[in-house]
């Protein structure tokens, strides 16, 4: 057999198959209807790496910028142990007042620290961790400290 004839006979197209043509079913790409949706203690338990006792941050500074729904203030990290040791953060106090909706407020505490937690570039600040006890109505988030950053 010669190389052109041989070529032609590995170019020859070959046609499909039924099964090749085959779709999935739907119930193959739809999400289950049964999964478990988590809850806002197992999303957080996830994130558990993130997590920082609050006697492990000292403020350093007075109260600083007040938001519509936190406050912020500087502090330093006071683990004994660590690169965290000394590194000063900002600490984002989400207040919790009598009129506040618990639910919401823990879902969009933990969607925030969830988001952040995912997010990493040069321009956006870093999380540092959360301090979370949402039945003594306690979040915050730690960030990185960045001067003269907003």
Do not use: C
Request: charged share 35%.
């Amino acid at each position: 057999m010669d190389l052109d004839q041989d070529n032609n006979q590995n170019n020859a197209q070959v046609p499909p198959s039924d099964s090749n043509l085959t779709q999935p079913s739907i119930d193959e790409v739809a999400p289950d209807p049964v999964a478990k949706k988590l809850s806002l203690e197992e999303r957080l338990g996830r994130l558990s790496k993130y997590r920082i006792r609050p006697t492990s941050i000292r403020s350093t500074a007075k109260p600083g910028e007040k938001g519509g729904k936190a406050d912020l203030v500087q502090a330093s990290f006071k683990r004994k142990r660590g690169a965290l040791r000394g590194k000063r953060v900002a600490v984002k106090k989400i207040r919790y007042t009598d009129t506040t909706d618990e639910e919401k407020f823990s879902k969009e505490f933990v969607h925030e620290v969830e988001l952040l937690a995912g997010l990493s570039h040069e321009n956006i600040v870093e999380l540092v961790g959360f301090v979370e006890d949402l039945k003594l109505r306690k979040a915050w988030i730690v960030l990185s400290w960045e001067p003269n950053g907003n």
